[in-house]
Structures are given as structure tokens and as C-alpha cells.
């Protein structure tokens, strides 16, 4: 799961790590809030730093037009967003990373406890601004 030619790659590692132990514990089938509240227990449990349901700007050309909450942000640099479906489509994938530019993060992880096994993509953003 580590592959170390991918930036915090360990971090998000650790993060697939508490998905995988709750999937296991749980299994699929229940609302995608209940998935959220078991892994916020797996983050705290690895004293995981982390935020549930941050709350973030979205700005359109320098102007603040409204405001997003991430079902979690980790150490303040990575977006991870919940899903409990059967599968996950092209247009998920299209709002994780829509998030990820509106915030200006550079990684981002897109998790469905849906599935019969747990199912997650590791998202980067192409437009991510340093230092903005």
C-alpha cells in the first residue's frame, strides 16, 4: 500500500489502513454516516490528527461565493471523502477532485465502504497551487 514515489504516500497509507479495519468490522450496507463516526473512533484510536466535516471555502476569481465541508481533512493536507455506494462512478471521482482544487490540496482520498470489499482512489490535484 506504501509506494514512496507518491507524496505521503505512509499518511495515506494509514488512512486506507483504518478504512480497511472498519469495512472489516462493519461490512457494506449502512449509510455512509455511520462509516464516517466509526472511522473518526479508527483515527482517534491511531491518534490520527484530524478534522470531521471541515468546513472550507469555495472562492470563484479571488471571491468567496460559498462553503464546502469535507467529511475529513488530515493534518490539514489531505481531503478524504466518504461514500457508501455499490460502486462508485466517474462523476464521484469528478467532485472528490473538484475538492481538491476549491481547497487548492494537493492529495486527496475518495473511499467507498459500499462495496463488498472496500473500495478507494487515491486522487491528486493537477492545478495545486504551493505556498497559495
Given at each position: 500500500?506504501i509506494n514512496?514515489?507518491y507524496?505521503y ?5 494509514e ?12 461490512g457494506?450496507?449502512?449509510?455512509e454516516?455511520?462509516?464516517?463516526r466509526a472511522?473518526e473512533i ?5 491518534d490520527?490528527?484530524f478534522s470531521r466535516?471541515?468546513e472550507?471555502?469555495v472562492?470563484y476569481?479571488?471571491v468567496?461565493i460559498g462553503?464546502r ?18 460502486e ?8 472528490a477532485?473538484n475538492?481538491?482544487?476549491?481547497y487548492?490540496l494537493?492529495i486527496?482520498l475518495l473511499i ?5 470489499s472496500l473500495d ?5 490535484n493537477k492545478?495545486?497551487?504551493p505556498?497559495?
Amino acid at each position: 500500500m506504501i509506494n514512496e514515489k507518491y507524496k505521503y504516500s505512509a499518511l495515506t497509507g494509514e488512512i486506507i489502513g483504518c478504512a480497511m479495519e472498519v469495512h472489516n468490522t462493519l461490512g457494506n450496507g449502512f449509510q455512509e454516516v455511520i462509516y464516517q463516526r466509526a472511522l473518526e473512533i479508527e483515527f482517534k484510536e491511531c491518534d490520527m490528527p484530524f478534522s470531521r466535516e471541515y468546513e472550507l471555502p469555495v472562492n470563484y476569481k479571488g471571491v468567496q461565493i460559498g462553503t464546502r465541508r469535507v467529511d475529513f481533512l488530515i493534518k490539514g493536507i489531505i481531503c478524504v471523502e466518504l461514500k457508501a455506494l455499490i460502486e462508485l462512478q466517474d462523476v464521484h471521482l469528478a467532485q472528490a477532485i473538484n475538492y481538491l482544487e476549491a481547497y487548492n490540496l494537493e492529495i486527496g482520498l475518495l473511499i467507498n465502504f459500499g462495496s463488498k470489499s472496500l473500495d478507494f482512489k487515491r486522487l491528486i490535484n493537477k492545478k495545486f497551487k504551493p505556498g497559495v
